[in-house]
């Protein structure tokens, strides 16, 4: 085996494994936390410093993961 070999080696298998980690992930907790709100559901409003319902969650607390939508998505587009 080669150095080269060797070294595509050790980097191919972190890889490999954070890629099916995270597809585990999006399969098994398909929501995953609003990043706005940070799961609280509510945001505070930037001049008043008032707290109301997060806008970007519809005052769930829960966003679709990426890689859901994207699994989402192509299974749509694909028959
Ligand atoms: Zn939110």
């Known amino acids: ?5 060797a070294l595509l080696a050790a980097l191919a298998l972190p890889l490999t494994s954070v890629t099916f980690g995270y597809i585990l992930l999006c399969w098994v907790r398909p929501f995953g936390p609003c990043p706005h709100c ?4 509510r945001t505070e409003s930037r001049f008043t410093r008032r707290t109301r319902p997060c806008r970007h969650c519809d005052h769930t607390g829960l966003r679709l993961r990426v890689g859901r939508r994207a699994y989402n998505t192509l299974r749509r587009l694909l028959p």
């Open 1 to 5: 085996m080669t150095p080269t070999a």
């Open 38 to 41: 940070h799961g609280t559901a």
